[in-house]
Structure formats: structure tokens, C-alpha cells
């Protein structure tokens, strides 16, 4: 069996009823830490609430240090939201794999995310969420 490659040729499924994703905005600011670092703060994330799983909050890459962060060769497809690429942070024994994720270009559905980062909860020293 001839393995995909090109995302052109993955499945695209659109949210519905049976698998509803509601983008809502985050009221509040959301501070990630790791290794006891500030890696993102921003009181303009979006939560990404998809069928019966917990909400994912998604940060704005302006308010994220970018810098610290490394694209890995790891890769996902979601037939509702598109390719996905991840970022590890640090180096050597200090490095965080996966930390993170990305929609670079999200199908139609959910283009709300471009250009925004999720964070994996248990791979960071929090998710802080505070109230305006």
C-alpha cells in the first residue's frame, strides 16, 4: 500500500453535528511556562473546543517566544483542521520534544488558528489562566 504524502490528497471532513469545533475568544490571559521560563503570555488566545474533547487554548506567535522555540520533523494530519507541524524547545538533556503545535495552514473551517500555537499541558511547567 503506497503511503500519502501530499496533504492535498488527505481527507478534508467539515465540522458538523456529529463533530462539532466551536472557536470561541479566551476571556482572560493565559501565561505558559517551561523550565520555569515565560515561553508565552497573551491575553488574546482563542480556546478551540472540538467534540468531546477539553478546550485547547491557542496562542497568538506574536505573543509567543518564537525564538525559543524549534520545528521538529514530527507531522500530523487532522481531517477536520488540516497538517499539523511541532516545536520542541531548549537542547540537549533540557530539551522539551513536541511541546507544541501548529496549524500552518488550517482547512477553511477553523482558519481562526492560523498563525497561532497550542501547547501540550503535561509537556510544560503550566498553563496559567487568569482573569482580566
Not at 515565560?38 to 482563542?46: C, F, K, P, S
Not at 480556546?47 to 487554548?57: D, R
Not at 488550517?106 to 511547567?125: K, L, N, T
Request: hydrophobic fraction near 40%.
Amino acid at each position: 500500500m503506497a503511503q500519502q504524502t501530499d496533504n492535498a490528497a488527505k481527507p478534508i471532513k467539515i465540522p458538523g453535528p456529529d463533530h462539532p469545533i466551536i472557536i470561541t475568544e479566551h476571556r482572560g490571559r493565559v501565561i505558559v511556562t517551561v523550565a520555569g521560563e515565560v515561553i508565552a503570555d497573551t491575553l488574546h488566545a482563542l480556546a478551540l473546543k472540538e467534540a468531546s474533547y477539553p478546550p485547547v487554548l491557542y496562542i497568538p506567535r506574536g505573543d509567543v517566544k518564537m525564538a525559543l522555540l524549534e520545528t521538529t520533523s514530527h507531522t500530523t494530519h487532522c481531517p477536520y483542521k488540516g497538517a499539523c507541524s511541532y516545536f520542541s524547545i531548549g537542547g540537549g538533556e533540557d530539551r522539551v520534544v513536541n511541546v507544541a503545535w501548529s496549524y500552518e495552514a488550517p482547512h477553511e473551517a477553523v482558519a481562526q488558528i492560523r498563525e497561532f500555537i497550542a501547547f501540550y499541558p503535561d509537556r510544560v511547567d503550566q498553563i496559567e489562566e487568569l482573569s482580566r
